[in-house]
């Protein structure tokens, strides 16, 4: 009797072998592709690292960014700033921030800021695009995108010049003593 839909106790060994080695299968592609995108991760935090980004505060921003809750953020904050005040470090003088004082155009516009900062599409308005808080989202959005390509392009000139600056003072050391001579690339080219 054939086995119903979900029940593999009814499975031959064949069967159980085949469906195993199916998911097997698609299981130890996807494994493969998830290690090529962590390998280009990896190679991404390195390369932020060495621009002197610090990585946990990379990891803060995904968390950030990625939150549902963003009180769950603000109470951890608040905690943390208490238990730095345990160890008299000079983290504010108060232990509980009042989040919610902020008039709701500039906080709308703070929103857009942050969405222009992280690359989300201008179409993501929260508002209603002709409200005063979505028009103020929108200014937002701009200017954090106007910014971020100003700054991204300043931040990758100096990058250009620091490396372009490396590679001409290797050229300067270059003492060309790993170079074949000319009588050795002649004496080759005549072999």
Request: proline fraction near 4%; include cysteine.
């Amino acid at each position: 009797m054939p086995a119903t839909i979900g029940d593999n106790s009814k499975l031959t060994p064949a069967e159980q072998k085949a469906l195993y080695m199916h998911h097997f299968g698609l299981i130890l592609k996807q494994t493969e592709k998830c290690k090529a995108e962590n390998a280009t991760r990896l190679k991404l935090r390195k390369d932020a690292k060495a621009d002197g980004i610090i990585l946990s505060d990379i990891d803060f921003g995904l968390r950030c960014a990625q939150i549902e809750d963003p009180q769950i953020i603000i109470n951890e904050q608040i905690r943390r700033a208490e238990i730095g005040r345990y160890f008299a470090l000079p983290i504010g003088a108060q232990s509980e921030f009042d989040f919610d004082r902020e008039p709701a155009v500039d906080r709308a516009r703070r929103e857009g800021e942050a969405a222009g900062f992280e690359g989300k599409n201008a179409d993501t308005v929260p508002y209603d695009e002709n409200s005063d808080q979505g028009r103020a989202w929108t200014e937002g959005w701009k200017a954090a995108q106007a910014q971020m390509a100003a700054d991204l392009q300043a931040a990758m000139e100096k990058k250009n010049a620091d490396r372009a600056k490396r590679a001409a003072d290797l050229a300067a050391a270059d003492t060309n003593e790993n170079d074949p001579d000319d009588d050795e690339i002649e004496a080759e080219a005549a072999e």
